[in-house]
């Protein structure tokens, strides 16, 4: 048997054992009247099976992601989230669980415009120790090109709080402003390692607009910068990641029941430090473009056929510089989506994706979601 074929049992038992789950809800709710209630306690299931050759080398991953949401009143929602998947590819194959992501939201109201709270809270429960080709396997997964949905397997407790205002200035634009800190505890992701590794922290600031051109247009510009801490192994310098800048610019037509939307951005890292070592033996940090810069522009449809079903035509282009794991790639990517409200209880939304280009595969996928009463 496959090393991998448990974990692939795993991903379609999960989702065969919701739709069991739906099976009855399904029998109630047909002839229930479509209509929303704003406030759900919900709970989504999504398989994606995708496989992507990058540069010569293929990888195939299997990924179920289980996800509970749970709004306990208009101000307060928390939610829980599990990812786990089995990766075929050189230079090996690997399998495992990310982290339990806790969150909480809350909404502060009685200030002027609005107040988004957050915390997440990540729990190691899929931490695990890597032998070196898997870990070089997860260096390639972990790299924008592959659009993986599950990236990593586990790692240490994590903290990260975020907080966004957005205050309306005139009768047709709105500022927003956030920040967020994350914090990653020390975890032994290398079988032969003596020590641990412990990720630098994270700094991010944002600043953003939306300004309504008309009653159907919307122009929304977003800005980011984020700083990174060095990462250390064994207590002693490892990698520096460089800072971050994105830039993101939407333009929003809506007609009808129909909507368009184009989104370009453009992701700036700098170069970062990896730790080597000279001649002598003696380590210490060197320059190196670990992670790549790159831009991406994004067109997309969204039609709706009638109330609760909507099909959804996603074109996106895309251009990563050279790193030291892969070279510089463009390619295109075309995806449809069809989400289908079945009833009051519950809906599905398959997609089908495929890319050209320096990155070429495709992906399928279905999202069920689970309205609880």
């Known amino acids: 048997m496959n090393g991998n074929t448990p974990f692939r049992i795993w991903c379609v038992a999960t989702w065969a054992a919701l739709l069991l789950l739906v099976a009855p809800l399904v029998a109630m ?217 994105t830039l993101a610019l939407r333009y929003e037509h809506t007609f009808a029941f129909d909507r368009l939307a184009v989104v370009g951005f453009y992701r700036y890292r700098a170069q970062g430090e990896l730790q080597r070592q000279d001649g002598s033996g003696v380590s210490a940090l060197a320059p190196e473009r670990v992670l790549p810069s790159h831009g991406q522009v994004h067109v997309a449809y969204r039609h709706r056929f009638q109330y609760g079903m909507y099909g959804r035509v996603l074109l996106r282009g895309a251009h990563y510089d050279a790193s030291i794991v892969l070279p510089a790639q463009t390619y295109g990517h075309a995806q449809l989506r069809w989400t289908w409200r079945v009833s009051d209880r519950w809906g599905l939304a398959p997609h089908v994706g495929v890319s050209i280009g320096d990155v070429t595969g495709g992906e399928v996928g279905l999202r069920t979601t689970v309205f609880l009463p």
């Open 29 to 245: 709710g047909q002839a229930e009247q479509l209509g929303s209630r704003v406030q759900r306690y919900r709970v989504h299931v999504r398989p994606v099976l995708q496989q992507y050759e990058v540069a010569g080398q293929s990888f195939t991953q299997w990924s179920t992601e289980l996800e509970a949401v749970a709004p306990l009143t208009p101000q307060w929602q928390v939610r829980a989230r599990l990812a786990g998947a089995a990766v075929t590819g050189a230079p090996a194959n690997v399998q495992g669980f990310s982290n339990v992501q806790l969150g909480a939201t809350y909404v502060y109201e009685d200030v002027p415009g609005s107040v988004l709270s957050t915390v997440a809270v990540d729990v190691p429960v899929g931490t695990k120790q890597w032998d070196l080709a898997e870990l070089q396997a997860l260096g390639r997964l972990s790299q924008g090109p592959y659009g993986f949905r599950v990236t990593a397997f586990g790692q240490g407790w994590g903290l990260t709080p975020r907080v966004a205002w957005a205050v309306p200035l005139g009768a047709r634009f709105v500022l927003g402003l956030g920040a967020s800190y994350r914090y990653l505890g020390p975890y032994t992701p290398f079988r032969q390692m003596a020590g641990t590794y412990d990720p630098g922290d994270v700094f991010t600031a944002t600043l953003g607009g939306d300004l309504q051109l008309s009653r159907s247009d919307v122009l929304s510009v977003d800005g980011s910068f984020s700083t990174y801490a060095t990462d250390t192994a064994n207590e002693q310098p490892y990698f520096s990641p460089g800072n971050q800048w």
